[in-house]
């Protein structure tokens, strides 16, 4: 897919560019395949000249790209250069000094206790049998790009990067995740517990499986009564509490996870089996869903000298 990703700072021509219903028209047209304007005059029954300025107005944000084609006589072709734009509103836009980040692919598990429903598919196919557990140990499983179960969990092992000579203030987990349906359903809640070396540090309800509508990165193939989506969640460890997208979910602070116990972070998601709401869990890697990411843990650290 072809993606725009632009900063906060960044964005104001484009989102000018945009803020017209009729270059948004434009933009989906050009999305089915490369028109002329003379085509896309005919297709929005607007006035030719009209056409011709929005279609320039794109041209200048560097939305489209307009070629001449030889045929009868030249003519001008406009095609999309984007399927999907991102406007990142966090202005830090690198990782300070004093913070480490490491991305794990959803298939790199070392440890999983699922039931069924569950099950894995990679970017082109299911990945061993629907609803059995066997298959989650199963060498394929790496390459999962989506995988979800109805109570249980998985667990990761991060590498422990944590400089010597410092101590960590902060720990942030993001992840794609929804609750787990047959097929999807939008009202199916879900509490979904997140584990830090062992410590249940919160749980966040999730409202729903979200189907019906193809997430952006979601491959043709996954038909869309299936889970598409997820939402993206950021659970963050400090020494004040743990949080969720802000909210604060529990006091257990970062020195209770014992960071430099170990030369890896287990990190651990899932669905209790005496959770309330007992709704299983789906876990999206960065080619299925809306958010091109997998598992993302963020260390921010401080010297000890």
Not at 119 to 137: A, W
Not at 250 to 266: E, F, N
Request: glycine fraction near 8%.
């Amino acid at each position: 897919m072809r993606t725009l990703q632009l900063t906060f700072e960044n964005a104001l021509e484009v989102s000018k560019a945009l803020a017209n219903e009729h270059r948004i028209h434009i933009m989906k047209l050009l999305n089915e395949g490369p028109l002329n304007v003379n085509e896309l005059s005919e297709r929005l029954n607007l006035p030719f000249s009209t056409t011709a300025v929005n279609v320039k107005k794109l041209e200048d944000a560097g939305l489209i790209t307009t070629e001449i084609v030889p045929g009868r006589g030249s003519q001008k072709i406009n095609s999309s250069k984007y399927e999907r734009i991102i406007i990142d509103l966090d202005s830090r836009t690198s990782p300070p000094v004093d913070s480490v980040i490491i991305e794990m692919p959803i298939g790199e598990y070392v440890d999983c206790e699922v039931e069924p429903t569950c099950g894995l598919i990679s970017e082109k196919e299911i990945l061993g049998l629907q609803d059995d557990p066997r298959s989650f140990y199963e060498p394929e499983h790496k390459k999962a790009q989506l995988l979800w179960f109805r109570a249980g969990y998985v667990e990761y092992r991060f590498p422990n990067r944590i400089p010597y000579g410092t101590r960590c203030t902060e720990i942030e987990i993001s992840a794609e995740i929804c609750s787990e349906a047959p097929c999807s359903k939008m009202d199916w809640p879900s509490d979904i517990t997140l584990w830090v070396n062992g410590v249940e540090v919160g749980t966040w309800t999730s409202p729903g499986d979200f189907g019906g509508q193809r997430g952006f990165l979601t491959p043709s193939w996954w038909e869309t009564h299936n889970t598409q989506y997820g939402l993206l969640k950021r659970w963050k460890i400090t020494d004040n509490g743990c949080y969720i997208d802000g909210t604060k979910l529990s006091d257990q602070v970062i020195d209770a996870l014992k960071l430099r116990s170990k030369p890896y972070i287990s990190i651990k998601l899932g669905v209790k089996k005496d959770a309330l709401n007992r709704g299983g869990m789906n876990l999206f890697g960065k080619r299925f869903g809306n958010y091109e990411q997998d598992i993302i843990m963020k260390l921010h650290y401080e010297s000890l000298a």
